[in-house]
């Protein structure tokens, strides 16, 4: 079945220790998403690749960054973790034109705990 | 500003019926979509609403009126599987790279036999 794969499902990691969470999509679908969903809040954005055009949200912190080496694969790097970046993070795709309006297909998470 | 509403927590019994409300107020409007979310899992689609009206899919319904910045799912037949989360989200105008969702922060339903 075509979907969207995130590995970790749990990452531990230490206060300050960079880490890197993983997202690939059978979907072939052209846009990716992360975003970061703290207990019983809503999944914030925090960045998208719509093809290969890196958008970040005004307000995701520089400690986060992404990269997509291909249409199939996008990584979230977290460079120093603090306590606060303790969340679940999502991926999600979509195929989209600019402007569209498909649904977004998430992943299961990567729920990172720091210790 | 962006803000979606929705209440916090609803409960209702097998085989009823319950509606969900959410207002937003956002700078553009693309599309309102409906997300399950079962604890410890991500959000599973649902519904898309982008002109006013209802549009149904099996036990579960969504309305949306753009005038108003209000939109609404319906479950109806209600089954013990159907406590989770339930995230409105709405799609922006879309802007030189596309558009994201905007989330509110999710109405859990529990429900009981």
Partial sequence: DAMVIQNPRYQVTQFGKPVTLSCSQTLNHNVMYWYQQKSSQAPKLLFHYYDKDFNNEADTPDNFQSRRPNTSFCFLDIRSPGLGDAAMYLCATSRDSRGGNQPQHFGDGTRLSIL | ?113
């Avoid at chain 2, 937003?24 to 979310?37: I, P």
């Avoid at chain 2, 969504?62 to 609404?72: D, I, N, T």
């Avoid at chain 2, 989770?84 to 105008?93: E, F, H, I, P």
């Avoid at chain 2, 802007?95 to 969702?101: E, F, H, K, P, Y």
């Fill in chain 2, 1 to 113: 500003g962006q803000n979606i509403d929705q209440p916090t927590e609803m409960t209702a019994t097998e085989g009823a019926i319950v509606q969900i409300n959410c207002t937003y107020q956002t700078s553009g409007f693309n599309g309102l979509f409906w997300y399950q979310q079962h604890a410890g899992e991500a959000p599973t689609f649902l519904s898309y609403n982008v002109l006013d009206g209802l549009e149904e899919k099996g036990r579960f319904s969504s309305f949306l009126s753009r005038s108003k910045g209000y939109s609404y799912l319906l479950l109806k037949e209600l089954q013990m599987k159907d406590s989770a989360s339930y995230l409105c989200a709405v799609r922006g105008l879309p802007n030189q790279a596309g558009t994201a969702l905007i989330f509110g922060k999710g109405t859990t339903l529990s429900v009981s036999s």
